[in-house]
């Protein structure tokens, strides 16, 4: 069966950092783009980052850029979203989702294996 399933959430103060991760069952991370998804109550869920399956692209929200950084270690099959800096307006659902791919340099407009969100709370 393949999957997706994130794990790293929690509650962190404003000004604080957590790292998630993501790790992919029954496909390999370097067959794979990645891409981190958030959803806040009452709101739609935006795209926070992507990484393609080669790592060498990324692209970020414009509102964690420069705050939030994504990676890939193919070894642990295992993705992660660093989040550095988190306000409270980051707090909400965090899903990662998975795009088998032959692209290596861009990431992909669909993904196809979503996992099930790890939640973030950031308090003031």
């Known amino acids: 069966q393949l999957q997706v399933v994130e794990s790293g959430g929690g509650l962190v103060q404003a000004g604080g950092s957590l790292r998630l991760s993501c790790v992919t069952l029954?496909?390999?991370?370097?067959?794979?783009?990645i891409g981190w998804f958030r959803q806040a109550p009452g709101k739609d869920r935006e795209e926070v980052s992507c990484i393609s399956r080669s790592s060498t692209f990324t692209d970020y929200g414009t509102s964690v850029k420069g705050r939030f950084t994504i990676s890939k270690d193919n070894a642990k099959n295992t993705a992660y979203l660093q989040m550095n800096n988190l306000k409270p307006e980051d707090a909400g659902f965090y899903y990662c989702?998975?795009?088998?791919?032959?692209?290596?340099?861009?990431?992909?407009?669909?993904?196809?294996?979503w996992g099930r969100g790890t939640q973030v709370t950031v308090s003031t």
């Open positions: 989702a998975a795009a088998p791919t032959r692209s290596l340099n861009t990431c992909p407009r669909r993904y196809d294996y």
């Open positions: 029954g496909f390999t991370l370097d067959s794979a783009a």
